[in-house]
């Protein structure tokens, strides 16, 4: 019984799709952009409305051969041609091919002058052509805007844009006309009042020097769609769109274990490890060992001979390499035999969702089969903790689906509480492991507790660890009259007793 | 379409700008009456301003669509001043002597002249 499936295509509209081919749009609108009808685009400058547009026609061309015509009433052919170009496309062979036709429209303001009546027909007569020349079902108007700026009866401007997308409806195109964000508005000259199909609206913000941006679909007539903002990225390979809650929790649940590559601490999750596809939260102080146990990890799948991928938002590649290497973990030959490959950027080389968009990408093409992100918490600098949570909740997602177990190391401020961070994400993750340092007597011991492990019974001691150049070893608890003693006390206890155990075996030795 | 100079006329009337030769199309769509109205509107400006020195050609773009991308026409009707230079642009149906005299700088600009 397939459930999932047959859910997904009821929940499906009745309203006919074209495909954007822009990963996740067609997710958020569940298959893309209405058939035949046309979607308005809206945002300020600089928002990505041209770029998606573009992406709407290219790959409409190559995916789904449908022609397209772009009309740009800004830039010229020239200008055009470097633009798609920008997104890592030429169009000149689609155009060959006629695939793609490019047009530009000039508007030119106040260079005409009125001199009685007039309407749109030339405009129309120029579509209808390009459309027909080359038998486009996809059609871009960017900025049709512009207009208002060209010619001043603006009555007469509203009748024809009117009749423009009543034609461009019986025409059967499915359309994307782009309008700038206005006061107040959506658009300067409320184009939604025409387009009321399908309206996506894009958002370019600056937070705290760090440029995010937005897209959502405020409404889409006649089907379910995301309603949420979705964060999205541009970058040579065009956008990417990051829904946020596209998923939802219907990834298949896998019973197959992975060592965490310590025995103790496998022997601490119900003896056998961490579950396969889980997601794993390792969260400390300065200096508690959470690298050192994300190097084991990686370590260990390494020699399982499975891809891992690790990924540093604090430390250089040499760097993780050389602690690593100090406790006696030799990452140097998955390196260069490509089983581990470690990512390091710095959290302030992108925003939230270029990061994001960076590691899908490495997921992608790596296909590994544990993820290391160390730490998470370095990413709190470039967003605010719901945009993290949002993002984790995504990679997350995506890893489960893929059934890729995730390390996650964070670093909380306060030995005593977990940070806020932890708290939010806890709910996203299976296993938290929380290291601490003890101070008592005078002395820092280090501390390793398993808060929780979803769906095995988990050790509930504290257990001390130390980190030496043979590695990170869980100490054997010792007790003494209830009580687990750490530290000095423990060694005394431990000293104590071989003592007591020397003493008596020394008379042992001479009896024989 | 180039413009087809007209060098002779022009040397004859170099003096005076007044008296430059004046190269005109006019884009129209079909024959609706607002068409008819602008060919009959400007026929009726060149007779009475600009006699013996212009040339009106009509291009209808129902029947040559490929020729609105050059002139780069939106509305119509939309006449173009090919000559004399700069190229001006008029839209509408002419029925606005005074606009489209001003457009065709055949009377000065005035601060309200729009």
Redesign the interface.
Known sequence: MPPRRAKRVAATSPVAKAPTGIQGLDEITSGGLPKGRPTLICGGPGCGKTILAMEFLINGALHQREPGVFVSFEETIEDLTLNFASVGFDPRPLAARKLLAL?H???LPH?????????????F??L??AIDRIGAKRVVLDTIES?FS??SDTRVLRAELRRLFDWLRAKGVTAIVTGERGDGKLTRQGLEEYITDCVILLDHRVNEQNATRRLRVVKYRGSTHGVNEAPFFIDDHGISVLPITSMGLEHAVPTGRVSSGMVEIDGMMGRRGFFRGSSILVSGGAGTGKTSIAGYFVDAACRRKESSLYFAFEESTDQIERNLGSIGIDLAPWLRNGRLRVHAARPTTSGLEGHLSTMLRLIDERRPRVVVVDPISNLISVGTTIEVKAMLARLIDIMKVRQITALFTSLTGDDSHPADIDQGISSFMDSWIVLRNIERNGERTRSLAVLKSRGMSHSNQVREFVLTAKGLALLDVVRDRGRVLVGSERVAHLTGRAHAAAQHSIPRARRS | MTAKRTPRTRATRKPAPAGEFYDLRL?V?GQTS?SL??IT?LRKICKEHLAGRYRIRVID??EH??L??GD????????VRKLPEPI?????????TE??L??LDLRPRTPTG?
Not at chain 1, 111 to 123: A, H, K, M, V
Not at chain 2, 72 to 79: C, H, R, V, Y
């Open positions: 047009e429209v000039r508007v260079e005409i002058q009125e001199t009685g009546g007039y309407d749109l027909e030339g405009l007569i120029r209808a052509d207009l060209g010619l | 884009y769509a607002r109205a602008a509107n773009l129902l669509p490929q609105a991308r780069q026409i939106l509305a119509l009707p939309t006449l001006r642009k008029l839209v509408g149906d002419l029925s606005d606009r489209a001003v457009g729009r």
